[in-house]
Each structure stands twice: as structure tokens, then as C-alpha cells.
């Protein structure tokens, strides 16, 4: 047989063998069979296998993980060492990558080491060394068990050639395998040991992948099973249901919520469980524009009733397909709380504004007596015209008028204060913030001349409407123009007896304004004792006040502030302290 013929033999046979030793490889599915699988491949190539190792993770050694067999370069290093050291084993032993290790300059580069004779063209591709060097690099520079190896084991080595050839996995060099012969290798054994360590770095990472995916696996049924308990255990109403709006799944509390048995609620559409099917529409063109979208709707249970909710809906991705999640949460209990707050805060208001009629008495009985005095004078002075028997049509004619005109007068002092201690209407209207102010005077407008205070109205003259319920905006004006009373009056009090006190006028002004397009500004303003800085913060709290004891609930601006809270807008206080208070109510125009 030719030699020629004898190299393609060969080279046939090897192809064959490496075909297997693929197969091998990548039927393992652990880095432990990837390394075994590696090692018989060397033997069944015909070659002599030294060693493999790994780098470890922290790249601080290079740890043998398969030593070869009984002629094998490490195994006899081992030999060799026992003599010296008995029981010394080589295989888990780590090798130190000092700063000028070979094997730290390997994996550096990701060149092959090369000692001995090795018959090739490209030299530089390759690290050259001496089998002395490597055996010397098992240990670190000054170590005692170096000198062992330099002076005793390197001498009996028998070796002539040796590969050490990088296996290269997730792009980096992530260990070694070793060939040795007592003979001469050439470049033929360097591309075969080469294409051998591609297959088995190829395989590690195949590997790594697969436990990486595997681990990945787990993680995800874990995070699965924690997704599936939470679901089963929220308390909130979950559906998952398809664009279209058909269910695919809910939580117990779903069903529990709208009377339905578990899993009865499947193949239902969301469409039949919102109570309002248009609210399922709008809320879909909202998560598409939007995202998401919270809103309170109804749902309709199984029994035809309706539950109050708050809806969180949301567009997400299932098994490669969009669906819409939505999180529900049974408002009942919060409605019949906020119907009791409501409630309890109708009730304040309106004991408010019964002890503002109390507080008006006064005033009221005088605006009352002055009309009642006129028709008492005419109704005297016609029973006397009668009596005389001197009574004539002239005569009633211009008496009667008078009489009828103040009638009508303490008739609307009546019906107002009948109106406004009323309990309110539910339902909003529009109102002429001008028309609540003189209606609050109507009340109140006496009581301030007969205190000697001065009112300046500074009305905006285009009309001001808001929407809102006119009794609880006048509650709030009245509460206003009394603390601006209790101010004006306390100011003339402090400055009694000094120089100041004859030039004070007591001044109250009352301002309407638009603030903008969308907003009315009522302002009530005093040149009173004002508010210290340190009370600025507290004057909207429930039962605050710096009244004498039984002069002042501390209810007034608190009940103003929810009022006012209750129709959308805002309260603002501007106050220096001797120098008077302005009250700004920001309303919403209508």
C-alpha cells in the first residue's frame, strides 16, 4: 500500500471517528459527559490524551478534571510525585495562573501550547514551550514542591511532544485538553486536536445553554405557581379574557363576587358582566389609545343586580396572543361609606346653617320689624281715618301700595330663610354667584350696618354662574362675611382707647371675578385683626377656633372647606396678622 493511499485510509478513519465523536458529544447533556466524551474521543483517534482542565470561575487556576491514562503526561507526573509525596493525586488538583503561567498565557490569547518537536508552518500561531516548563507551571514560582518537580520529576519525563489545545466556549477560553507522544506530532495532530476541542467547546455551550433553559424552566414554573396562588388567593376580581372580550380565565373571587359557581363564569363575554356594555367599549378604545385605564362602573350579577366597581384594565400578551387583563374591586363598602360620610356632612352643614340663623336672629328680627313698624303706622293711622269716618279712595290708594310693598318684603325675608334652613337638593344647577352673595346679605346685610361695618360690593359685571346647590354656596358666603364680622370687631376692640381707634372704619369687601375661562373667583376681604401664621394651617380644621368658649364652634370654615371640596373647587386664605384677611372660593364655571 502507498503511502498516499495509507493517508487517505487515514484520513477516511479519522473522518469516521470524528463523525462519531460529534455524535458523542452532543448527545451529552452534562458538562461531565461532554468532558468524558471528549476524553475517550483522543484514544479512539488513536492519540495518547495527557489531561483535561477548566478554568475556574474566578480565573484564578486551571483545575485538571480528566487525567489520562497510564502513559499520559499528568498521570505520569503523578507517578512520579508519589515517590516523593505518597498519596498525592493530580486529578482536582488546580494549577495556579501566576502572571507568567503558560497556561494564564494561553487563555489570554487562545493559542494552543506547543512543546517539543512539532512539524508545522505557522508557528506563531501556537505557544512554543518545553515539557519541562509546563510540568514546572503545576506549581507556583517558589514553591518547595517545584524545586521537587524541577530536580526530580521533569528528569524522568519521557515525552518529546505535547498540545495543550484551548477549548473555547461562549466566546471565551474555558479550559484545555492534552495530547502527548513520545514521538515527534505534527500539524496534522494540532488540526485534529483543534477540530476536537471546537466540538467540545461547542457542546459545553450547547450544554450550558440547555441547563441555563432548564433553569429557566423551573424558574418559570415557579414564578407560574406564584402567579396561579395569587390569582386563586386575590380578593380583587381578576378576568382574562380575549380581544374580543370572550372570558378565559377568572379567580374564585370572581365568581364568588357576581353569584356565579367556580368556573361557570367560562365562555361568558365581559360585555354581559359589565352592567353598561357601552363602559366595556369606551374602556377598550381608552387601553388602545392608552394603555390601561381605571375607571368605576357597575357589574351586573347573575341574579340581575348590580355591583358598584372600581376597574383596572390592561392589554397583555398569553401564550403569543393579546388579551385583556382586568382587576376589579368591589366598591360596596366604600359607597356606603362615603353615603354615610355624605350623609353626616349634609347633617353638619345644615346644624350649621341653623346656627347661623340662630347667630342672625337679631338681625333678621330687625329687618323684619322695619316693614312690620310701617304696615303697624298705616294700619293705625287707616283705623283712625275710620273711626273719623273721613276715610277715602285717594287715601287707600296711596297707603295701601306701601303696606303691600313691605308685606312682600318680610314675605321674602320669610320664604329665604324657609329656603335656606331646607335641607338641599341633590342635584346640582346652575347658580349666579351674584344672586348667593345678596341673598346671604338678605340675611345677614342688617346685622353688619347695625355692627357699623362698611360693605363694598365689587360685583363683575358680566353674569357669573357656577354649578352647585345655591344654600350650601351661601352657607359658605355667610360663614365668610361672619369671620370677617368676628375680625372687625375684635380689630376695634384692640386698638379701644388708643389714637388709631378714631380713624378705624370697620371695611368689608365683597369681589366677584372670572379667573379664567373655566373658573369664577369669590373673595371676601376685611381689614380686620387677621389670622397669626402659626393658626394659617389649622383654620380648616374641624372644631378649631380662637374664639372666647361660647362664642364659636370652629365648624364654620371646616364645613366651608368641604362645601366647597364637594363642587370641584378651592378655598385660599391670604392673611396678615393686624392687617385683615382675604378669602378666595375658586369655583368651576358653568
Keep these: 500500500m502507498s503511502s498516499v493511499e495509507r493517508e487517505l485510509k487515514q484520513a477516511l478513519f479519522e473522518r469516521n471517528i470524528l463523525g462519531q465523536i460529534s455524535r458523542d458529544l452532543y448527545s451529552a447533556s452534562t458538562q461531565d459527559e461532554v468532558l468524558d466524551a471528549a476524553y475517550r474521543s483522543v484514544e479512539k483517534l488513536g492519540r495518547e490524551v495527557s489531561n483535561i482542565c477548566m478554568f475556574t470561575a474566578d480565573g484564578r487556576y486551571i483545575q485538571l478534571v480528566r487525567v489520562g491514562i497510564e502513559s499520559g503526561l499528568a498521570k505520569n507526573i503523578e507517578k512520579i510525585a508519589r515517590r516523593v509525596i505518597p498519596?498525592?493525586?493530580?486529578?482536582g488538583y488546580k494549577i495556579p495562573l501566576y502572571e507568567e503561567s503558560i497556561y494564564?498565557?494561553?487563555?489570554?490569547?487562545?493559542?494552543?501550547?506547543?512543546?517539543?518537536?512539532i512539524v508545522m508552518q505557522d508557528k506563531d500561531s501556537v505557544i512554543r514551550t518545553t515539557v519541562e516548563r509546563i510540568a514546572m507551571d503545576y506549581t507556583s514560582p517558589g514553591s518547595p514542591l517545584r524545586l521537587l518537580i524541577k530536580t526530580l520529576v521533569v528528569p524522568m519525563l519521557p515525552y518529546k511532544s505535547v498540545i495543550d489545545m484551548p477549548i473555547v466556549a461562549e466566546n471565551r477560553v474555558a479550559g484545555a485538553i492534552a495530547l502527548t507522544s513520545d514521538t515527534d506530532l505534527t500539524e496534522n495532530d494540532l488540526e485534529l486536536l483543534r477540530t476536537l476541542a471546537l466540538m467540545a467547546g461547542s457542546a459545553l455551550e450547547r450544554v450550558r445553554l440547555?441547563?441555563?433553559?432548564?433553569d429557566h424552566l423551573v424558574q418559570l414554573e415557579k414564578s407560574e405557581a406564584k402567579y396561579r396562588s395569587l390569582f386563586e388567593a386575590a380578593k380583587d376580581m381578576i378576568f382574562i379574557a380575549d380581544l374580543s372580550g370572550k372570558l378565559i380565565d377568572d379567580n374564585p373571587s370572581a365568581?364568588?363576587?357576581?353569584g356565579f359557581s367556580p368556573k361557570r363564569l367560562r365562555d361568558q363575554f365581559m360585555q354581559n358582566i359589565y352592567a353598561n356594555e357601552a363602559d366595556w367599549t369606551n374602556m377598550m378604545r381608552a387601553i388602545?389609545?392608552?394603555?390601561?385605564?381605571?375607571?368605576?362602573?357597575?357589574?351586573?350579577?347573575?341574579?340581575?343586580?348590580?355591583?358598584?366597581?372600581?376597574?383596572?384594565?390592561?392589554?397583555?400578551?398569553?401564550a403569543g396572543s393579546k388579551v385583556v387583563q382586568i382587576i376589579a374591586r368591589d366598591l360596596t363598602e366604600k359607597k356606603e361609606a362615603e353615603y354615610e360620610l355624605k350623609k353626616t356632612n349634609a347633617q353638619l352643614i345644615q346644624s350649621a346653617k341653623l346656627a347661623s340663623i340662630g347667630e342672625l336672629a337679631a338681625g333678621v328680627?330687625?329687618?323684619?320689624?322695619?316693614?312690620?313698624t310701617v304696615i303697624k303706622g298705616f294700619a293705625q293711622s287707616l283705623l283712625r281715618k275710620t273711626n273719623q269716618e273721613i276715610l277715602n279712595k285717594e287715601l287707600l290708594q296711596e297707603v295701601l301700595p306701601v303696606v303691600e310693598k313691605n308685606a312682600m318684603r318680610m314675605g321674602e325675608i320669610i320664604d329665604h330663610l324657609r329656603t335656606f334652613s331646607r335641607l338641599p337638593h341633590t342635584k346640582m344647577e346652575a347658580i349666579n354667584i351674584n344672586h348667593v352673595i345678596e341673598n346671604a346679605l338678605l340675611l345677614m346685610g342688617r346685622q353688619l350696618e347695625l355692627y357699623g361695618i362698611m360693605v363694598i360690593k365689587d360685583y363683575s359685571s358680566q353674569g357669573l354662574f357656577c354649578r352647585g346647590h345655591s344654600g350650601q354656596l351661601e352657607q359658605v358666603v355667610l360663614n365668610l362675611l361672619s369671620n370677617a364680622k368676628d375680625s372687625l370687631m375684635e380689630r376695634e376692640a384692640s386698638?379701644?382707647?388708643?389714637?388709631?381707634a378714631r380713624d378705624y372704619k370697620k371695611i368689608l369687601t365683597i369681589k366677584t371675578e372670572a379667573g379664567d375661562n373655566s373658573h369664577v373667583i369669590l373673595s371676601v376681604r376685611d381689614n380686620g385683626i387677621g389670622i397669626a401664621p402659626e393658626n394659617l394651617d389649622k383654620v380648616f380644621d374641624p372644631f378649631f377656633t380662637t374664639k372666647e368658649a361660647g362664642k364659636g364652634t370652629g365648624l364654620g370654615l371646616s364645613v366651608s372647606y368641604n362645601i366647597i371640596e364637594e363642587h370641584k373647587g378651592d378655598i385660599e386664605i391670604i392673611s396678615s396678622q393686624g392687617e385683615g384677611a382675604e378669602v378666595k372660593v375658586i369655583l368651576p364655571a358653568c
Design 288 to 318: 388602545e389609545a392608552r394603555g390601561s385605564q381605571t375607571i368605576e362602573i357597575s357589574f351586573r350579577r347573575k341574579d340581575g343586580t348590580t355591583l358598584p366597581v372600581e376597574v383596572n384594565g390592561t392589554v397583555s400578551s398569553q
Design 104 to 117: 494564564k498565557k494561553m487563555r489570554d490569547t487562545g493559542k494552543p501550547i506547543a512543546t517539543g518537536n
Design 210 to 214: 440547555l441547563e441555563k433553559w432548564e
Design 255 to 258: 365568581c364568588h363576587c357576581l
Design 365 to 372: 328680627a330687625h329687618e323684619l320689624n322695619q316693614p312690620l
Design 87 to 91: 498519596g498525592i493525586s493530580l486529578l
Design 495 to 500: 386698638l379701644k382707647g388708643s389714637e388709631r
